[in-house]
């Protein structure tokens, strides 16, 4: 039997289930498992309800299930939120003393007195070290690993609350391994392989400083500030600039000053800061500034949820910015593939001279998996600024070019002057009313979408050839889109998936090739409007099924994705 | 001016004829052709609106963007390329209006730029309407009953947030308006020079006449350095409209935080593979 087993750790905020998680997730990961962890977490600092999933097997894994096998209780509202959803037979750990558990054929009740644990340590601050303790014993797991981990991790700790978190974990271990020694947990030891852990937001991070980012801007905004913390975090070892604005509006328009000065650049942000910078692209277009816009989607209108995912802002990124002008957006399903996508991006922005965006969400940018590795000369960062050698003169920022590509220089370079201009302009940049300037101008910057179609990331087909049901993803669908497509495929389906990264500009005539065999194409999107079908069918004049759509902030599993699908059959 | 003037521009300029604009202009040339700058070492950065259209018509670098956004550009450019000499040039509504929050965090973070802004009181581009700075009871077509708002002194609310160069200065003043523009370029940190300037076509109030009646130089008897001081000198407005460097102060500049004079512009760092494997290491 392969592994596949479910853990949710909830409690409220503040009762340290992210400590929790992530010690689980790194000894898991270096034991050689794979891993998927998402997050669910409201938006408060204390209080609430929270929870990390997180999902173990012994091949990789691309979502997260609904049904987990082992629940880490930290309060009664834990019980009681998941107590429903669990799987058949299931485990609650959870504290004897204050958490009480409704009886039951399938339930496994751990109970252990982790408060009393925990002030027998030497503070009431330690529960959730017994906690994990206990989840060490029960899935037996090295203690030893887990006492080397709060030793090396919890350097910002006092001694005394090392030593306290210490004692509880292994009076939570030792407890749980005398207690329960009945409780068999089915998975097999892993072999000892060590796998990186990377969430979207460090994969992201990671490409744009690999990709060459100089100088970044933001305003803080959920769910894409991880990105901006990472980059901030790293920035004196990489010789970049990173600068809080006072709103997205400096933040973009910061961004556009220093790339026109010749640094690579990026802005991150959600929809509601997206809608702020929507004139600095529109200027990003007219004057021909590269920029990386990396717009980690959220359930809007408006302040929307705050901390939950959503697919809602594809309409958004395809029109930003008034006028007309070109842009790259790519929308990356894994972080691995954000990886990859972040590097290309940085490189795009300066090649083409556009805005590139990169359409992200809270499920790509929270969620946990397991790679054995990523490699940085996969995708090289590469110059695209005309050399001195090259650089002739007078230079024209704007010359009127075959590919509608002008050499790119920067302000100063061997001596040459130049101005970037938000107007009808002339080669040489200066304000003017002319219509053929107008129109000589529109027609070079479109021409740039000849090279920009022939770039990374064509739509991707997985599954059985000449399907006659292709599902198609787009983003962090992936992950759920193609473990359906397992799925369905071990029950002997005609099926398969398109997972579309690169989404601007529309890669038709591949797309027309992959679908032509399916006679019922699904999309499934984290949207009412279904806006990723609506674009589909608008390019490839193909008619598509009814898609699975899903607009209550929460991302896709593989059961809800079968569950409507097969609805939608009848 | 005994030295040739490389800044000069030879094109079109679409100004109004007696603009007060042209008169900065020649005050910035006549500032970059002092300091011995060199056309490529410089960038000017505007935002929108007459004033705006500075960096078309002078031979140095340019960044003509959006309306109210110059400062963040500006910000911006320096930061990728500290050898870059940055001024802005703009005008009221582009800087104290539509820009009116940047400007505030543009003087907090002292960033080592010069901002001249064109303040006319009055909008020109679109033709009349009132500016941050109008006065009260103006009339317009867009403000029939007067202006019933009152302006922004753009002085008084550098001074509280300590910029490091805070100076006022009248158009038709060129040669003076030029040394307060030197002296700002030598200031490190963020300079203002807030010019008075008469819009002939729109604003029949604060007219050549109004404003020369009016200002008078600040002499060696005021000291620059004393904020009380600085805060009263800064409200005067009515018959009596003082021009000078109305305060002084000194602070560290934003990059002086992150980089050293002799460093490498960022422009011209590069991201070594090493350091990215370092990155990927972190998370086994």
Redesign the interface.
């Known amino acids: 039997m392969p592994i596949d087993f479910n853990i949710t750790i909830a409690g409220s905020a503040g009762q340290g289930l992210q400590t929790i998680a992530n010690i689980l997730l790194k000894v898991l990961?270096?034991s050689g498992y794979h891993l998927f962890s998402s997050q669910d977490y409201m938006s408060r600092i204390r209080g609430g309800h929270n929870f990390t999933n997180i999902r173990l097997s012994d091949k990789p894994i691309y979502s997260t299930t609904v049904s987990p096998q082992l629940l880490v209780a930290l309060d009664q509202q834990s019980v009681d939120v998941h107590y429903k959803h669990l799987a058949d037979p299931a485990i609650i750990i959870h504290d004897s003393d204050t958490i009480k558990v409704k009886k039951s054929k399938k339930i496994q009740d751990v109970a252990i007195p982790l408060a009393k644990l925990s002030r027998e340590s030497g503070s009431s601050a330690y529960v959730n070290s017994a906690a994990v303790g206990a989840l060490f014993a029960l899935l037996r797991l090295d203690l030893n690993d887990l006492i080397t981990f709060l030793e090396t991790r919890f350097i910002k700790k006092s001694p005394e609350q090392i030593k306290g978190n210490i004692n509880a974990a292994t009076k939570g271990f030792t407890y749980t391994s005398e207690n329960y020694t009945n409780i068999k947990i089915n998975i097999d030891k892993a072999r000892k392989k060590?796998?990186?852990?990377?969430n979207g937001a460090?994969s992201i991070s990671?490409g744009m400083?690999?990709g060459?980012i100089?100088?970044i801007?933001a305003y803080p905004m959920t769910p894409s500030t991880g990105i901006f913390t990472y980059i901030t975090g790293?920035a004196r070892?990489?010789?970049?600039?990173s600068?809080q604005?006072?709103?997205e509006?400096?933040?973009?328009?910061?961004?556009?000053?220093?790339?026109?000065?010749?640094?690579r650049?990026a802005v991150t942000t959600s929809g509601g800061g997206l809608s702020l910078m929507c004139?600095?692209i529109s200027?990003a277009g007219a004057?021909e500034i590269p920029i990386v816009i990396a717009n980690m989607q959220r359930p809007g209108p408006a302040t929307g949820f705050p901390t939950r995912t959503a697919q809602e802002d594809l309409d958004l990124v395809l029109n930003i910015g008034h006028g007309e002008f070109p842009r790259f957006i790519f929308a990356p399903g894994t972080a691995e593939e954000a990886f990859y996508t972040s590097i290309h991006a940085m490189n795009l922005a300066e090649k083409y001279q556009v805005p590139v965006f990169i359409l992200g969400d809270q499920h790509l940018i929270d969620s946990c998996i397991t790679l054995d590795?990523?490699n940085?000369?996969k995708v090289k960062?590469k110059n695209y600024m005309v050399k001195n050698s090259d650089l002739k003169k007078p230079y024209f920022r704007y010359k009127n070019t075959k590919s509608g590509v002008s050499p790119l220089a920067?302000?100063?370079q061997d001596?040459?002057?130049?101005?970037?201009?938000?107007?009808i302009h002339t080669e040489d940049?200066?304000?003017s009313e002319d219509m053929v300037v107008a129109r000589k101008l529109t027609e070079k910057r479109f021409r740039k979408i000849n090279g920009m179609k022939k770039e990374f990331y064509g739509p991707q087909y997985y599954g059985l050839k000449n399907a006659k049901t292709i599902f198609v993803s787009w983003g962090s669908t992936y992950g759920a889109v193609r473990e359906t497509i397992d799925s369905l495929l071990e029950k002997k389906k005609s099926v398969a998936m398109i997972h579309y990264n690169k989404i601007w500009p529309f890669p038709v005539e591949e797309s027309i090739q992959l679908l032509k065999s399916g006679k019922d194409i699904c999309v499934v999107e984290n949207n009412y409007q279904a806006q990723f079908n609506r674009l589909l069918k608008r390019e490839t004049n193909i008619d598509t099924g009814e898609p699975v759509l899903r607009y209550d902030g929460r991302p896709f599993n593989v059961q809800y994705i079968i569950e409507k699908f097969e609805k939608r059959q009848k | 001016m005994t030295e040739e003037n490389i800044f000069h521009f030879s094109?079109e300029r679409?100004w109004c004829p007696g603009c007060g604009d042209y008169s900065i202009l020649s005050s910035v040339e006549k500032a970059l052709v002092n300091l011995r700058k060199?056309?490529?070492?410089v960038?000017i950065?505007s935002g929108?609106g007459q004033a705006a259209?500075l960096?078309?018509y002078i031979?140095?670098?340019?960044?003509?963007?959006?309306h109210g956004?110059a400062l963040?550009?500006?910000?911006?450019?320096?930061?990728?390329?500290h050898?870059?000499m940055v001024l802005v040039t703009s005008g009221d509504g582009d800087i104290y209006g539509e820009g009116g929050?940047?400007f505030?965090?543009a003087i907090r973070?002292n960033i080592d730029i010069t901002l001249i802004v064109h303040n006319n009181q009055v909008y020109g581009l679109t033709k009349g309407q009132a500016s941050p700075t109008s006065d009260l009871g103006m009339v317009t077509k867009t403000q029939p009953d007067g202006v019933v708002t009152i302006p922004f002194n753009p002085l008084t609310m550098a001074i509280t947030l300590d910029a490091v160069f805070v100076a006022r200065s009248f158009s038709k003043e060129i040669e003076f308006t030029s040394k307060l523009i030197e002296e700002g370029i030598n200031t490190p940190g963020f300079s203002l020079i807030d010019v008075l300037q008469p819009c002939v076509s729109f604003n029949h109030v604060n007219t050549y006449k109004w404003y020369s009646d009016r200002v008078y130089q600040l002499d060696n008897s005021y000291d620059p350095a004393d904020k009380s001081k600085a805060y009263k000198k800064s409200s005067e407005w009515g018959d009596k409209i003082p021009i000078g460097v109305i305060y002084k102060n000194s602070r560290r500049t934003y990059l002086d935080n992150?980089?050293k004079p002799k460093d490498?512009p960022?422009?011209k760092?590069?991201?070594n593979?090493r350091?990215?494997?370092s990155?990927?290491n972190e998370?086994?």
Request: some cysteine; charged content about 20%; proline content about 3%.
């Open positions: 990961a270096r060590n796998r990186m852990l990377i460090e990671i400083i690999a060459g100089r100088f801007s790293k070892k990489f010789g970049i600039i600068e604005a006072e709103d509006i400096a933040a973009c328009n910061m961004v556009l000053g220093a790339s026109a000065a010749g640094a650049t004139e600095g200027l004057a590795k990523l940085p000369n960062y920067y302000y100063g001596k040459v002057t130049f101005i970037v201009d938000s107007h940049g200066h304000i | 094109g679409a060199k056309p490529h070492e960038l950065v929108i259209k960096p078309h031979n140095t670098n340019g960044f003509d963007g959006l956004r963040p550009a500006a910000f911006g450019a320096k930061v990728a390329n050898k870059l929050n940047h505030i965090h973070r992150f980089i490498l960022l422009i760092r590069k991201t593979i350091g990215i494997e990155l990927i998370l086994y």
